[in-house]
């Protein structure tokens, strides 16, 4: 009996040696490695003991694989690993001495640099990448696949979240928060899914993986659901770390085929299970993880407030358009059993409905603000010759996703107004549940 076994489902995985051999390397405890072929045989050149290998005469996907693998091993901790990743020396000590019985264990993680292609001419490397026809130095069609196989130092994650569709997503400000941890064990909401350790019987307590997801997706989401909501908790170790290799592009994709329904399949099933709190085990409802760790980008903009306040709804019929609000509303009723009842907000709803009734069918468009400024400029309010519009890229500092900006260019300084963010949508500074009241023409004459 090991104390631990790593699980390695695999299905035609170019990478599959290295990430055995990485972690032959690196492991310092009593631990085995369980590669499970789904579908086809690893063509692995090691001999070791510590191997074991599970065969599959036809692929049943990768949740099925490691519930497989679980229920025939016997050792006190399993962990979950990719097929494409290399591991920190140690990993496997570190991770087991800070697990307490209900813990699910996350290492720190970076970016996996596996290869370059260099010509075979005038030796260019290019990253990571599927074979280029030609060298952009020299013309030459010939490459070689040469192997790097380090971590990318600058491209750490230790914290994710899941926004409100339950997709995974990178937290980046997380550690910026005024009341950040600086301990090197510490609560996280999210999980990739491609690296977990946890005891043995922790997940068979859990019931495994839910193959009624399918063959693949939502691993992350799920074990990070039925980690928290059952009363345990997921953090991660800043003490150890794996590398994981990301396939970037459609040239560079997965080594088999993934059908796009099977991908929706999952998030469909995911949602229908973690929003509607569906899971028989759970002992808190998905607002409570909400809660936690709130505020949490997307959830806290669009649902989480309008859920706890109401009123915050008289906010919203001031400054946005019927539209925006029935979007609103629409997220606010997917949530079924999200957090307090819905009587209040329907009532109040109701009451207003009338209200929103009252406005034209037929909104005219609002002008953009280019058209403003243009109209500006034709009747002499703004100098043509000191302003310009100017359209700016910036990332949101809550969600991460790019922001829709106008700058006026005035000499050499910038005054800018928001003019939405992609993700958020309407005018809704991320991170703030504040509502703008003024119009766009407002603002500019504010302005100038």
């Known amino acids: 009996m090991s104390e631990l076994s790593i699980l390695i489902p695999a299905r035609n995985e170019i990478f599959l040696q290295k990430t055995v051999e990485s972690i032959l390397d690196n492991m310092r405890g009593d631990t085995e490695i369980v590669v499970i072929g789904d579908g086809y045989v690893p063509d ?16 049943i996907g990768q949740r099925a694989s490691v519930n497989k693998a679980a229920r025939m ?8 690993l990719d097929a494409h990743c290399s591991v920190d020396a140690g990993f496997d000590v570190k991770l087991m001495k800070d697990c307490e019985p209900d813990w699910t264990v996350i290492p720190r993680m970076y970016n996996l640099h596996a290869f370059d292609w260099e010509c075979t001419k005038c030796g260019n490397r290019i990253y990571q990448d599927a074979a280029h026809d030609l060298c952009a130095e020299c013309g030459n069609p010939s490459f070689e696949q040469k192997l790097v196989w380090l971590p990318r130092w600058k491209r750490r994650t230790d914290y994710t979240y899941f926004d409100r569709t339950l997709k995974f997503k990178y937290w980046y400000h997380f550690d910026k928060r005024p009341n950040k941890t600086t301990e090197q064990i510490s609560d996280v909401m999210g999980n990739l899914g491609a690296c977990w ?22 691993v992350g989401v799920e074990i990070s659901c039925k980690s928290w909501l059952s009363g345990g908790r997921q953090v991660v170790n800043k003490n150890t770390w794996f590398a994981h290799l990301f396939r970037t592009t459609p040239s560079f994709g997965f080594p088999y085929d993934l059908l796009a329904k099977d991908q929706e399949k ?13 899971w ?21 903009q669009l649902a989480t407030e309008i859920i706890r306040e109401p009123k915050s709804i008289e906010k919203l019929i001031q400054a946005w358009s019927p539209k925006m609000l029935q979007e609103a509303l629409n997220i606010s009723k997917q949530l079924t059993n999200y957090g307090r009842s819905f009587k209040d907000l329907e009532k109040y709803v109701e009451k207003t409905r009338g209200q929103i009734r009252r406005q034209p069918e037929v909104e005219e468009k609002p002008k953009s603000l280019k058209d403003v400024l243009k109209e500006k400029k034709a009747s002499g309010q703004i100098s043509s010759k000191l302003s310009r519009p100017k359209e700016v890229k910036r990332l949101c500092p809550v969600c991460g996703q790019p922001q829709n900006l106008i700058a006026l260019e005035l000499g050499d300084k910038f005054k800018s107004m928001w003019e939405g963010c992609q993700t958020c949508g309407g005018r809704i500074p991320c991170g703030h549940i504040e509502y703008h009241t003024e119009t766009k023409e407002e603002i500019i004459d504010k302005m100038f």
Do not use: C
């Not at 469909?268 to 709190?277: C, E, Q, T």
């Open 73 to 80: 091993i016997d050792s006190r901790y399993m962990m979950k």
């Open 44 to 59: 692995l050149n090691i001999d070791n003991p510590r191997i074991k290998y599970i065969f599959n005469d036809q692929s």
């Open 280 to 300: 028989e085990k759970q002992k808190y409802p998905l607002s409570w993880l909400v809660d936690k760790f709130s505020p949490v980008p997307t959830w806290d």
């Open 197 to 218: 350790l946890m005891r043995l019987d922790r997940f068979r307590e859990l019931e495994g993986l839910d193959e009624k997801h399918g063959s693949w997706g939502q």
């Open 266 to 278: 999952a998030r469909v099933y995911s949602r229908d299970l973690w929003l509607n709190d569906k």
